[in-house]
Structure formats: structure tokens, C-alpha cells
């Protein structure tokens, strides 16, 4: 049995302790365990103040994977044709293109990735949309086979694309929008090739409160301007109340110090976790589908060789 060949393109951090590349890699081998696949995983860390062709990724490895995640990583410009991530991701759709089975865009790759082959532009909201929202089964296709309801998915971003424009634009398929209307899952016309994803569905139970900190750090630091709201549809009531206290003595002293007493055991107990169920039944038919296309490619070079050897060839 030949192992499928995963690689993460890291545009987040080029530092091999990155975050980003963990979670992807834990969601990709739990959900190969799961299955009882074979997977090998290569991580590339993107540094996007390199030029593009120096700046970490094995382009010439590219190619040879069945898979591909790229990952997003915080906004530095106002529009998305103006981040220096941009030019990773175009070099990244030349060098896959009709080799990789599927490539997963997540977050500002999504954005950059659309406009890229679809010209189309993202937006700034006018709050963060952080949390855990349920989306409904738009589109049908190897990716939400199984997934019936209400489907939960993690949402942490400042900028979206309309799902107005992904269904005015030829070749895109929403697969899963939220209740209020945003969309987490979209795919290019097979349902596989390309995969948008505005949602973080590799994101651990407590990714979300570790963001939450890390947000609350820069305000108490004065680097931002207001108190950043509490990720919704994540917490349990008594932790949302632990949290919303300690928020508002952040607001009243807006001292960096007073984050030495976050009440983490309440906040990590109070976390409600029922996304993960969906976000493993995702990856598990993101490697399914992998794992059939790559058998039908090998059954096909089977075919061929063996035409060649009957012609004499």
C-alpha cells in the first residue's frame, strides 16, 4: 500500500514549532489512523520577506504529493492584491496544476486563492467573527458525504468573500453556509481540485481560548483599541460569565499584569467541544477521496503499461 503523500505549505510561520503546521498535520494523520491509511506529511515553511522562489517551500516536491494544505496567517494589507502572500499562492496553483489531486486553501490563502482564479476581491467586517457557528450542506460532493444537520465549524478572520460573489462566479460551489449567511466551504468545480476554506476546521478544542488571550494581551498592551468580544457558540454559560468578568476588570484597570489571573481551568473547562466530531469527519473524506484518486490513477498507469506491452511497445 502506497502511502499518501500530504504536504502543508506554511504560510503562517516559517518557524518548524509553528502552530499552524501542527494542526493541520494532527488532523491529517488522526484522520489517516482513523482509516487506517498511510500518510507522509511534509510541512514547508513559507518566510514571505524572501522572494518566492528562495523563501522555504520545496517547489520541485510539489508536484509529486497527492495533497496539499495551505495555510492563512494574519492580514498586512487592506486588499488582498497587495499581501505578500499572493505571489506564494500563484506560484503554488502554477506548480500544482493538473499534478495535485486537491489543495486546500484555508483562510487568507482562500481569499488570495480566489482572487486569484476567480478575480474575486475580500472585505473587511466590521467586527472579528471568532467562534463556533453551524452551517447547513449546500453543495454535494466528496467532502460533505455524511455530514447531515447542522454542521459546526470554527471561525477566526477579520475579511470574507461574499457568498453572493463565490455563486456569481463560474466553476465555484458553496458546500457549507452558516445560518446568518457566511460561508466556511467552498470548492472549485469537481468538489476536490480546489478547496476554500474561510473556517478553521483543524483548529484543537482550545485553539480558540488561546486567541481569545493573545488578543486580550495586545489590548492590555494598548496595541488595540478595544476589547476583542468573546468567540461565540464556544463557551458553556459559567465560563462565558468567568469570562466576561475578568474582561471587564481588564477594561476598568488595562493593566498587562491582571492577565496573570485569567481563569483558565474555568475557561478550558467551560469549552464546548462538539465541533470536532465534524471537523474529523471533514478530514476523513478529504483523505478518502485522496486515497480514491490516487488508486484510479495507479489502476490507469496499470492500463497503460499493459496496452503498451500487447502493441509491443
Not at 24 to 40: K, M, W
Not at 169 to 192: I, K, N, P, Y
Not at 256 to 277: C, K, M
Amino acid at each position: 500500500m502506497r502511502a499518501l503523500r500530504i504536504g502543508i505549505a506554511d504560510l503562517f510561520s516559517p518557524s518548524p514549532d509553528s502552530w499552524a503546521r501542527y494542526m493541520f498535520a494532527s488532523a491529517v494523520t488522526d484522520a489517516a489512523d482513523r482509516l487506517g491509511l498511510a500518510v507522509e506529511v511534509a510541512a514547508y515553511g513559507a518566510d514571505l520577506t524572501r522572494p518566492v522562489a528562495e523563501c522555504g517551500i520545496a517547489w520541485d516536491e510539489l508536484p509529486g504529493l497527492d495533497g496539499l494544505v495551505v495555510t492563512g496567517g494574519e492580514p498586512t494589507r487592506a486588499a488582498v492584491a497587495e499581501e505578500p502572500a499572493l505571489a506564494v499562492v500563484d506560484r503554488i496553483l502554477t506548480r500544482t496544476a493538473d499534478r495535485v489531486a486537491s489543495t486546500v486553501y484555508s483562510c487568507q490563502s482562500a481569499h488570495a486563492a480566489l482572487h486569484l482564479l476567480h478575480g474575486l476581491e475580500r472585505s473587511r467586517l466590521p467586527h472579528k467573527r471568532q467562534g463556533v457557528f453551524g452551517h447547513r450542506v449546500r453543495g454535494a460532493g466528496p467532502l460533505t458525504a455524511g455530514l447531515r444537520g447542522r454542521v459546526l465549524v470554527p471561525h477566526s478572520r477579520w475579511n470574507t468573500v461574499p457568498a453572493e460573489a463565490l455563486r456569481r462566479a463560474a466553476g465555484v460551489t458553496v458546500a457549507l453556509e452558516s445560518e446568518d449567511g457566511a460561508w466556511s466551504l467552498a470548492t472549485g468545480g469537481d468538489g476536490l481540485r480546489h478547496v476554500f476554506s474561510q473556517g478553521h476546521p483543524e483548529y484543537l478544542r482550545e485553539t480558540l481560548l488561546s486567541e481569545y488571550r493573545r488578543d486580550l494581551r495586545r489590548y492590555a498592551a494598548g496595541q488595540a483599541a478595544h476589547l476583542p468580544d468573546l468567540p461565540r457558540g464556544y463557551l458553556r454559560a459559567e465560563a462565558e460569565e468567568a469570562l466576561l468578568a475578568f474582561a471587564e476588570k481588564l477594561r476598568e484597570q488595562r493593566d498587562p499584569l491582571l492577565l496573570e489571573s485569567f481563569p483558565d481551568r474555568a475557561a478550558a473547562d467551560g469549552v464546548d467541544d462538539g465541533w470536532l466530531a465534524d471537523s474529523r469527519a471533514f478530514f476523513a473524506n478529504w483523505l478518502g477521496a485522496l486515497d480514491d484518486t490516487s488508486k484510479r490513477r495507479l489502476e490507469h498507469r496499470a492500463e497503460l503499461a499493459l496496452a503498451r506491452r500487447r502493441a509491443g511497445r
